[in-house]
């Protein structure tokens, strides 16, 4: 199984901007969907973004023109940059699999406050 481990989460202002990666312990070339969610205190987790292999994104409308999730299969990570970040935003987030894998797993994540 690939384990996830999220990074470059941090407290920041609003209208400042945040660049997470993800960086997995083995190839994600053969995983054809990569994704970004977020859980925000009491809330359920969500999707926030995802890329295929063939770089086909999707993003959820509240982030849609300020989040860009990119992927490097050859490094093995996922990046999430978040420009002009929102109070809102403020979140533990992670990435993962889309779908997610059965065995429910779920890497560390790394805490988002946007807040001034």
């Known amino acids: 199984q690939v384990q996830l481990v999220e990074s470059g989460g941090g407290l920041v202002q609003p209208g400042v901007s945040l660049r997470l990666s993800c960086a997995a312990s083995?190839?994600?070339?053969?995983?054809?969907?990569m994704g970004w969610y977020r859980q925000a205190p009491g809330k359920q987790r969500e999707l926030v973004a995802r890329?295929?292999?063939?770089?086909?994104?999707y993003y959820q409308g509240s982030v849609k023109g300020r989040f860009t999730i990119s992927r490097d299969n050859a490094k093995n990570t996922v990046t999430l940059q978040m420009n002009s970040l929102k109070p809102e935003d403020t979140a533990v987030y992670y990435c993962?699999?889309?779908?997610?894998?059965?065995?429910?797993?779920w890497g560390q994540g790394t805490q988002v406050t946007v807040s001034s």
């Open positions: 890329i295929s292999n063939g770089d086909n994104t």
């Open positions: 083995g190839s994600i070339s053969s995983i054809y969907i």
């Open positions: 993962n699999t889309v779908p997610l894998p059965g065995d429910g797993y």
